[in-house]
Nanobody, 120 residues
Framework: VQLQASGGGLVQAGGSLRLSCAASEVSFSINYMGWYRQPPGSPRELVARITSGGTPNYADSVKGRFTISRDGTKNTVSLQMNSLQPEDTAVYYC???????????????WGRGTQVTVSS
């Protein structure tokens, strides 16, 4: 499974950005797709994720500001980020998580990070 992310960049506080991610080389609908971020000097943290059925889950810090959406049949996921704040500055990573029945384990797939910088 390959994940290709796009979007990100530099924006002023209060602005908006949209991240997109598409999975390739996959023949199944990935159980969860979402976004993690890693601020400078901090561990990677979950931002939002969504099931193949369209149920979203958000970190408390982004609720009401970020919206995740997904086209389950195409394994694509987007993250609309509004009212961005300097504390949202981080490298954002697309993630896919799927239960592999053959091994009875969860597998994580990662895209390359994309930088989001919010200036004050």
């Amino acid at each position: 499974v390959q994940l290709q992310a796009s979007g990100g960049g530099l924006v002023q506080a209060g602005g908006s950005l949209r991240l997109s991610c598409a999975a390739s080389e996959v023949s199944f609908s990935i159980n969860y797709m979402g976004w993690y971020r890693q601020p400078p000097g901090s561990p990677r943290e979950l931002v939002a994720r969504i099931t193949s059925g369209g149920t979203p889950n958000y970190a408390d810090s982004v609720k009401g500001r970020f919206t995740i959406s997904r086209d389950g049949t195409k394994n694509t996921v987007s993250l609309q980020m509004n009212s961005l704040q300097p504390e949202d500055t981080a490298v954002y990573y697309c993630n896919g998580r799927h239960f592999m029945s053959m091994s009875n384990t969860w597998s994580d797939f990662w895209g390359r990070g994309t930088q989001v910088t919010v200036s004050s």
